[in-house]
């Protein structure tokens, strides 16, 4: 049997692929990955590319999806993302800086415990070494705010420290604490998520590296 990219069937268009207006596989391919030509795999990465716009309309549709949760918070995780984003753009922050800020928390849409290493794996395509670096160390900066709470070392930024450049631990302190941890004001005059969607579309147009 002819099969789809992706294993749908051929008439059996998927969800995913109606919502991104994807065309259905006009040229036989593999069942299976051992029985793979080159051609086959060139056709993949072409449409692959096509349809890169779909990760960007992930990205906003997980945005918006933190309006659900709030958890004891003073505003939900989507004020909290835009109010963050909006303290950095009006700081002079770029794109890349802006939308990662954005971005920051978009890991609790999935899992609490873990949420800034989902959030780093989805950002280190499409923004700089460095950008990705203020992300992945994140809540070891924000714990000079709150860890003492739970225990914590409120020091535990320093253990970066070594590991990242001086600007780049300069970055990662700016984010935390000029940023990030004042984000929760229910007063603030955040600008909507829709001010960043033409931003969060060309971060995320193309990948930098896979
Ligand atoms: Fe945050």
């Known amino acids: ?30 069942t299976r990955m051992d029985e793979s030509t080159a051609e086959q795999w060139a056709e993949i990465g072409k449409q692959t590319f096509a349809h890169r ?23 939900d995780q989507l004020e909290h993302s835009v ?47 460095e950008v990705h670096d203020m992300i992945r160390v994140h809540q070891d900066f924000q714990g000079r705010h709150y860890y003492a709470h739970f225990g914590g070392d409120p020091d535990a930024r320093e253990t970066h420290r070594a590991e990242l450049d001086p600007e780049v631990f300069s970055l990662a302190e700016r984010f935390a604490d000029e940023w990030d941890q004042v984000a929760f004001d229910p007063d603030y005059d955040s600008e909507p998520l829709e001010h960043f969607e033409p931003l969060v579309r060309e971060v995320f147009a193309q990948a930098k590296m896979l």
């Open 1 to 30: 049997m002819t099969r789809g990219i992706g294993g749908a069937g051929l008439g059996e268009r998927s969800e995913a692929s109606r919502r991104h207006n994807v065309p259905m596989a006009t040229t036989e391919t593999f």
């Open 53 to 75: 716009d779909r990760v960007a309309d992930s990205v906003l549709a997980m945005l918006r999806s933190l309006e659900a949760i709030t958890d004891g918070f003073a505003v």
């Open 83 to 129: 109010q963050t984003a909006t303290r950095a753009e009006r700081a002079g922050a770029d794109a890349e800086v802006v939308v990662t800020a954005l971005c920051h928390d978009i890991g609790k849409a999935v899992s609490v415990p873990n949420h800034p290493e989902i959030a780093a794996a989805i950002l280190k395509p499409y923004v700089r070494p």
